[in-house]
């Protein structure tokens, strides 16, 4: 259903001269041009037969019989689509990893997440005012080689970066992890200023200009992918039977609907491998995927996904900027359309591509706005169809309420990942594969099961709007007890102190005093007998380190810590949290809420659908997709990182200035990361409350005006007596 309001959004932009829009009364074309067979004629069978001379320029043996084929389109625009949201939410996948790698603020990346959005929504108000004027798939394949060139992009940072360094109080000709960690004497310690003293313009420079170029990476992507699902929708919807474009459209969305969970899938894989396993060191490395220093092959995914990308794109060239109109119906179509035209045919306009005249009548109302315009004339037009879709108070509320969904999903999208790994104590990669393999093809399935109940009960608007309060009201009852799964931050010595602690740990920092320990290091080790945890082995005042090989690899230990009690080793790594066997209650709990949040996605495009003139239902469609990518899509992740931002308490410097966070108050973490989601969560419950509520006051009117002034059955009803009218009203 949701393909029955966006496919026809191109349609604004108009046909040129007589191409096909929507099929007649015998199946064949609407529109008679000159180029198209016409629709009394018998003789289409062969679709080569059919095509005519301006569709395409090249000669007809030059270009395969598979490329005039709309299957083949819908085969090769659902992969395409498939590979373009792999590489759009890849970055989601690994945004912990990248901070990590280039030192940013959670507020940085989530506003280079939500960059994305900007290319997009810059441009995406034009594709509607182009329609059908250009060669679509060469616009496609055109969109899909600039996605391609910008996942390209994203990678470029790894590569004009120096080698990831997790050490910095090792100097560069050393091996990391070496004895530069460990409390030395003064006398002995090497000095302090090697760290501080590569922080040049240079320096700081290259550090921009990674950024930089990650961002413009990240428009250019979304730039790319703008004409990719509009054109493509409207192509297929154009040249394919009118029976049967439903069907494709089903097709493509539900393989399209999987490119999300895939990009966890393969951010999940990617993150196991070592960020620099291209030009790794000699000695290798120290580290396993568990410590907190890990950084994964972040940049290997976006040259997969790009690839993909590039593959999908490379037949769109080929395709004809018009193919012969699909004369066949499917046979597994005719017994589905034949059940459900009866009771559709009784609904509120909810299956209009099902009645050609209506179709005509939708189309002709669209032409009226858009394809006569000029480019100038379209942009002040624009303002004033916006406003007057605005004024409808139930398409407002919906779109309303798609907002505040979409600020709870696209928060939870960009940081859930982080946040598990935080707050339970997991890798990245494990972190990933919840989600993908669970929290995804949730939300997936929630969409699935909306749509079948609209359609299988025939659901009017106000049982639409029943639908969605009562999705909403059970996703915002799962949230609360997100609340109470997780546990406290362990204590860090000088940063997080707990009164239940050993008093002999209040020699902190004294202990450690001689040592001259670097204020920026990282290497963290834990207590295992007290569970407290110290930035550095030289923090805790340790003097050597042995390495003890186990059964799968080899376990460090630092001993002979002064700031220890009992002066016990301490092994490498940071602590492990108490409560990491929570993680999987809290993502069912999660994924569960995403299927009911999930389930009011095609009842609340329904509502829009209905909700407005049906010469605005295509324009009403591409104006939510922009509020909710300007009001959602953009702001949200900026809004989750600064919330995360705050509850950090030790962060890393890097040339004078914050980079990353390297501890989090776990409680403060937990409240206003879930907190936020139940802020938004309620505003779309609340939303669909009002919607409900105007729902009811329009029917009751409707069925006053029907008892007092509708002609037919109801003149009959009001000729068997005056004293039924207030019993029907209120009916």
Not at 298 to 325: C, D, H, N, Q, T
């Amino acid at each position: 259903m949701a393909g029955e309001g966006t496919r026809s959004q191109p349609a604004e932009g108009g046909l040129p001269e007589g191409a096909v829009l929507c099929p007649g009364p015998g199946g064949g074309p609407a529109g008679e041009g000159p180029q198209m067979p016409d629709k009394d004629s018998k003789a289409t069978m062969d679709t080569e037969d059919t095509y005519g001379s301006k569709a395409s320029s090249e000669p007809r043996n030059l270009r395969p019989r598979v490329f005039h084929s709309i299957k083949f389109f819908v085969l090769c625009h659902s992969l395409l689509q498939l590979a373009q949201l792999m590489i759009s939410g890849y970055l989601k996948s690994s945004i912990s990893t990248v901070e990590k790698r280039f030192g940013l603020s959670s507020q940085t990346s989530g506003l280079l997440a939500a960059f994305n959005e900007v290319g997009n929504t810059a441009l995406i108000v034009f594709v509607s005012y182009f329609g059908s004027r250009v060669h679509r798939p060469r616009m496609i394949g055109c969109g899909a080689v600039l996605v391609a060139l910008a996942g390209l992009l994203m990678t470029l940072p790894h590569f004009i970066s120096e080698p990831y360094r997790y050490d910095h109080s090792s100097p560069e000709d050393m091996s990391q992890d070496s004895e530069a960690s460990l409390c030395l004497p003064m006398t002995s310690a090497p000095a302090p200023t090697p760290s501080n003293g590569s922080c040049s313009s240079y320096t700081e420079a290259q550090h921009l200009s990674v950024v930089g170029i990650m961002f413009i990476a990240q428009t250019l992507l979304g730039v790319g992918g703008v004409p990719i699902q509009p054109f493509g929708i409207s192509y297929i919807d154009d040249f394919a039977h009118h029976s049967n474009s439903p069907l494709y459209l089903g097709i493509l969305f539900a393989v399209t609907m999987m490119g999300p969970g895939m990009a966890y899938g393969l951010g999940s894989l990617m993150l196991r491998l070592y960020v620099d396993i291209d030009r790794m060191p000699e000695g290798g490395i120290n580290l396993t995927s568990k410590d907190p220093r890990w950084v994964g092959a972040w940049w290997l995914g976006f040259l997969i996904s790009a690839g993909m990308v590039a593959l999908a794109a490379s037949p769109y060239f080929f395709f004809p900027r018009e193919m012969p109109k699909e004369t066949h119906e499917l046979r597994c179509r005719r017994k589905v359309l034949a059940d459900a035209a009866s009771p559709v045919s009784k609904g509120e306009n909810s299956r209009s591509e099902q009645n050609p005249g209506e179709s005509l009548k939708k189309q002709d109302g669209l032409i009226q706005i858009a394809p006569n315009l000029s480019v100038i004339k379209f942009i002040k037009v624009f303002p004033r169809v916006l406003l007057r879709t605005l004024r409808h108070p139930i398409f407002l509320l919906v779109v309303l309420s798609q907002v505040c969904m979409s600020c709870m999903v696209a928060g939870m999208a960009t940081f859930l990942p982080k946040f598990l790994e935080r707050q339970f104590s997991i890798t990245a990669s494990y972190a990933n594969l919840l989600i993908g393999g669970l929290t995804i093809p949730s939300a997936i399935v929630g969409i699935v099961v909306g749509g079948v109940l609209v359609k299988r009960l025939h659901l009017g608007p106000m049982r639409c709007g029943a639908l969605c309060l009562l999705g909403s009201l059970l996703c915002l009852l799962f949230n609360l007890p997100l609340f109470f799964i997780g546990c406290s931050t362990h204590q860090i010595a000088g940063i997080i102190h707990q009164p239940s602690t050993q008093p002999g740990l209040e020699l902190f920092p004294g202990c450690a005093e001689p040592c001259s320990c670097p204020s920026d290091d990282f290497n963290p080790v834990c207590d295992p007998s007290t569970r407290v945890e110290y930035i550095t082995p030289c923090h805790a005042g340790c003097t050597s380190q042995v390495a003890q090989e186990g059964l799968n690899k080899s376990q460090v230990l630092y001993t002979n810590c002064s700031c220890v009690s009992g002066r016990g080793p301490v092994l490498a790594g940071s602590c492990d949290s108490a409560c990491s066997h929570l993680v999987l209650p809290f993502i069912l709990l999660v994924s569960l809420g995403a299927a009911l949040a999930s389930l009011t996605h095609t009842p609340s495009f329904m509502l829009i659908l209905r909700g407005v003139k049906k010469e605005d239902k295509t324009l009403a469609v591409g104006i939510q997709f922009m509020l909710l990518r300007v009001l959602a899509w953009m702001p949200s992740p900026v809004i989750h990182g600064s919330a995360i931002d705050t509850t950090c308490v030790h962060w890393a410097l890097s040339c004078g200035r914050r980079a990353v966070c390297r501890y989090y108050d776990h409680d403060l973490l937990r409240n206003r990361f879930i907190g936020l989601q139940f802020f938004f969560k309620t505003g779309s419950l609340v939303c669909f409350a009002l919607v409900l509520a105007i729902l009811r006051q329009q029917s009751k009117e409707a069925g006053h005006k029907s008892t007092t002034s509708s002609p037919g059955l109801e003149q009959q009803r009001l000729m068997s007596g005056p004293k039924k009218q207030p019993e029907d009203s209120s009916v």
